[in-house]
C-alpha cells in the first residue's frame, strides 16, 4: 500500500512540475526568465515548486486598477498638455520622441511650469517633507516602500498624528514587506488610526495557494501636501540616511515639485490608493489650479507587474539612446536586461561620454555579485565605472546632455523593470540637468574607477560566484 502512496504522489507531483513548466512557457516571458524558472524546478525538487507559487508567477496581463478607474482620474487633472500644442522649440527630434512614447506607453502627460529643487543630502531632505507637511491646511499624501520604525520614521509618524488632529486629512501607503516592522509593529499603527490618519498596506500577506503576489512590491516613493507640493525620488523613511549603518550614510536623490506636475504624482497617489481602499477620490480640491514658474516640462511616469509596458525601462532605454554628449547614471544596483545593457554599450562606442556609479558595496552580497558580472560588457564598450565609497550609494537617478534628468525609485534591474512598483519623474529642463550633473561630478570626488585590467584579473573565486550570481538574477 505504502508503495502505490508513493507512485501516486510522485506522479502528482511530476504532473505538476509538469504543469508549471507548460504555464512558463505559455506566457511567453523573455526566454532567460523562463529557462531559469525551468531548472529551479527541474534541480530543485518541491523547494523549486514552493518557490515558483510563491514568487515567480506572471501576473503582468491581471490588471490590478481597471482601466475605467484609470480614465476617471485622468480625465481631472486640469494641467495636462495637448501633445499636438507643445512648445517644441528647445528639443530636438529625440527628445520629443522620448516625450511621445512615455505618453503613449504609460499615458504619462506632460506637465510645465514647475519649480524644481533637487535635494541630495539625508538630513535637508527630511526637513524639506517636514516643512512641507507643516504647512498642509487640507490633505497630507504620503507613500513609501520603507517606513523603518526607527527615530526619522517616528518623528514622521507624530507630525502625521498631529496634522490629522489638526482637522487634515491624511492617508498613508506603506508597502507591507518593505515596511515589515510596521505591519508586525500593532504600536505604530494603532496610534496613526486612533488619530485619524487612514492608512493602508500595500499587498499584506494572504495564503492563497496559486495566487500568491509576494514578489511584487511598492517601491514608490511619493510626498504629496494640498495638490500643491510634491516629492519623490529614491529615499525611504530611515535613519540610515543621516546617521548611516555599517554601509556608512545612505547618499539619495529626490526631486520637490510645485506646479503642474504635481498633479501627475497626485493621480498615481490616488490610484494606489483605490487599489488599496477600493475607493475612487476625483475631488477638484485634490488637483487645484497651479501657479507657473519656469519653462520646462515633467512627465510623471509608473510602470509595474500590472501595465501594459515597462515604460519606465523602455524610458530610460529611449532618453539613453538620444543621446550626444554624456549619459551619467546613479545607480544602486546594475543587473540590466538586454536592452538597458545593449544601449548603454551602443552609447558609449558612439562616443557618447557614458559614466556609470555603482556603490563599492552595497546592501546585498548577492546583487553585487550580479552587478559585477556585467562590468566587463560594459568597460569593454568605452564606458567608464565608478564605485562610490563616501557610504552607500541608493540615488536612482540620471542625466543627459544638460537637458534631460530622470529621478525616482527605478532601479537599473529587472526588479524595478518588471516586478516593482515604481515611479519616476522625466524631466526637461536644462537647469535641472546641470544641478544634477554637477552633484554627480561631485560625487566622483568619492569614487575610485573600475578599470577594464583590474576587473579581468580579479580571483578566480570572485568570478565563479559572479557566474552564479548572474545566472540566478532573472529570479530576483
Known amino acids: 500500500m505504502s508503495q502505490v502512496l508513493v507512485i501516486i504522489f ?149 507630525l502625521l498624528i498631529r496634522k490629522a488632529k489638526e482637522g487634515v486629512r491624511v492617508r498613508m501607503i506603506y508597502d507591507y514587506w518593505g515596511s515589515f516592522r510596521l505591519s508586525i509593529s500593532a504600536r505604530y499603527i494603532r496610534s496613526l488610526k486612533e488619530a485619524g490618519v487612514y492608512v493602508h498596506p500595500f499587498l499584506p500577506l494572504r495564503f492563497r495557494l496559486g495566487r500568491s503576489k509576494i514578489n511584487y512590491r511598492n517601491h514608490r516613493k511619493i510626498v504629496l501636501v494640498d495638490g500643491k507640493v510634491g516629492f519623490t525620488g529614491g529615499l525611504n523613511v530611515a535613519d540610515r540616511y543621516f546617521k548611516g549603518n555599517h554601509l556608512g550614510i545612505w547618499r539619495d536623490t529626490v526631486v520637490r515639485i510645485e506646479g503642474a506636475a504635481v498633479h501627475g504624482l497626485q493621480m498615481q497617489f490616488l490610484l494606489d490608493w483605490h487599489f488599496v481602499e477600493r475607493k475612487l477620490i476625483t475631488a477638484e480640491k485634490y488637483f487645484p489650479e497651479p501657479e507657473k514658474f519656469a519653462s520646462n516640462l515633467i512627465q510623471i511616469v509608473s510602470s509595474g507587474p500590472d501595465t501594459d509596458w515597462e515604460a519606465i525601462m523602455q524610458g530610460i532605454a529611449a532618453a539613453i539612446m538620444s543621446a550626444t554628449k554624456y549619459v551619467y547614471i546613479h545607480t544602486p544596483y546594475f543587473i540590466p536586461n538586454e536592452l538597458i545593457l545593449g544601449v548603454v554599450q551602443m552609447a558609449a562606442l558612439s562616443g557618447v561620454d557614458v559614466r556609470l556609479m555603482i556603490p563599492s558595496r552595497s546592501d546585498s552580497r548577492f546583487t553585487d555579485a550580479s552587478t559585477s558580472s556585467y562590468m566587463g560588457q560594459v568597460l ?97
Open 10 to 158: 510522485l506522479a502528482l507531483y511530476v504532473y505538476t512540475i509538469l504543469s508549471s513548466i507548460a504555464v512558463i512557457l505559455l506566457e511567453n516571458r523573455n526566454p532567460v526568465k523562463s529557462l531559469s524558472w525551468i531548472l529551479v524546478l527541474i534541480l530543485l525538487p518541491g523547494l523549486g515548486l514552493i518557490l515558483y507559487i510563491a514568487i515567480g508567477q506572471n501576473f503582468r496581463k491581471k490588471k490590478f486598477v481597471d482601466k475605467t478607474t484609470i480614465q476617471h482620474l485622468t480625465d481631472r487633472p486640469v494641467a495636462s498638455f495637448d501633445i499636438g500644442k507643445l512648445d517644441t522649440s528647445y528639443m530636438d527630434n529625440n527628445q520629443l520622441n522620448l516625450i511621445n512614447m512615455l505618453y503613449h506607453n504609460s499615458g504619462a502627460v506632460g506637465y510645465a511650469f514647475n519649480k524644481i529643487d533637487i535635494l541630495s543630502e539625508g538630513v535637508a531632505t527630511f526637513d524639506a517633507f517636514f516643512d512641507a507637511i507643516e504647512q498642509a491646511q487640507d490633505h497630507i499624501h504620503i507613500e513609501f516602500f520603507i517606513f523603518a520604525d526607527d527615530e526619522i520614521s517616528n518623528r514622521m509618524r507624530e
Open 380 to 476: 569593454e564598450s568605452g564606458a567608464k565605472v565608478l564605485r562610490y565609497s563616501g557610504g552607500f550609494l541608493h540615488s536612482k537617478a540620471i542625466v543627459i546632455d544638460d537637458f534631460i534628468s530622470i529621478i525616482g525609485s527605478c532601479n537599473m534591474d529587472e526588479r524595478s523593470f518588471s516586478q516593482n512598483f515604481e515611479v519616476n519623474a522625466f524631466i526637461y529642463e536644462k537647469a535641472t540637468a546641470g544641478r544634477l550633473r554637477d552633484l554627480f561630478l561631485r560625487d566622483m570626488e568619492k569614487c575610485e574607477e573600475l578599470t577594464l585590467d583590474v576587473w579581468l584579473n580579479r580571483k578566480r573565486k570572485d568570478k565563479l560566484k559572479e557566474s552564479v550570481a548572474r545566472l540566478f538574477s532573472p529570479l530576483q
